[in-house]
């Protein structure tokens, strides 16, 4: 069982790039999300699905766009990266009304921005 | 704005002693509260979970939530130095409503 399984763990990209951000979970969980963790931060939410052909805007959407087109993945595209897009990014799922074990994280995809 | 406040720390404990970690929360609609343990480099993984007032231990980890000051706090007992991590508290409310998290505190426990 590999849980939640983030592409790839490291990058960096020129300013003005485009890259998207790989996360598929084997759970069969219905909700996704993406957060992003700036050094010394907490974790602030970027986008979130709660089923497949659904998504919805976080608290910092922008600069960022996701789609949900299985249940299995939920890839996030950055597009004209900036350097205030510098950060750790985590995608972790969850199953609904199984709150008590919270949410599974992936092992993050370290972005720089140079 | 929801908006969870933790203090950044870092919080230095001796081992064996009892670390407190606090964290306050703007929203009253919040219905359910975790505390996460994030060592550098990894990701957070969950280590309480509470969502009625008063206390709920498990081993050496205890969450105290106190809904009517918006309050949640976790004790760490008889703190060993692989304790030593950043605690985030994050907060949710009903339904589908993903996770909201607080800046995070950083736990240093000395032998």
């Not at chain 1, 999300?33 to 608290?59: C, F, H, N």
């Not at chain 2, 703007?26 to 979970?49: A, H, T, V």
Request: net charge neutral.
């Amino acid at each position: 069982n590999a849980g939640v399984t983030q592409t790839p763990k490291f990058r960096i990209l020129k300013i003005g790039q485009s890259m998207t951000l790989q996360c598929t979970q084997d759970m069969n969980h219905n909700y996704m999300y993406w957060y992003r963790q700036d050094p010394g931060m907490g974790l602030k939410l970027i986008y979130y699905s709660v089923g497949a052909g659904i998504t919805d805007k976080g608290e910092v959407p922008n600069g960022y766009n996701v789609s949900r087109s299985t249940t299995e993945d939920f890839p996030l595209r950055l597009e004209l990266a900036a350097p205030s897009q510098t950060s750790v990014y985590f995608c972790a799922s969850s199953y609904p009304g199984q709150e008590v074990y919270g949410y599974t994280f992936g092992s993050g995809t370290r972005l720089t921005v140079v | 704005q929801k908006e969870v406040e933790q203090n950044s720390g870092p919080l230095s404990v001796p081992e064996g002693a009892i670390a407190s970690l606090n964290c306050t929360y703007s929203d009253r609609g919040s219905q359910s509260f975790f505390w996460y343990r994030q060592y550098s480099g990894k990701s957070p993984e969950l280590i309480m979970f509470i969502y009625s007032n008063g206390d709920k231990e498990d081993g050496r980890f205890t969450a105290q939530l106190n809904k009517a000051s918006q309050y949640v706090s976790l004790l760490i007992r008889d703190s060993q130095p692989s304790d030593s991590a950043t605690y985030l508290c994050a907060v949710k409310n009903s339904g589908n409503t993903p996770l909201v998290f607080g800046k995070g505190t950083r736990l240093s426990v000395i032998a």
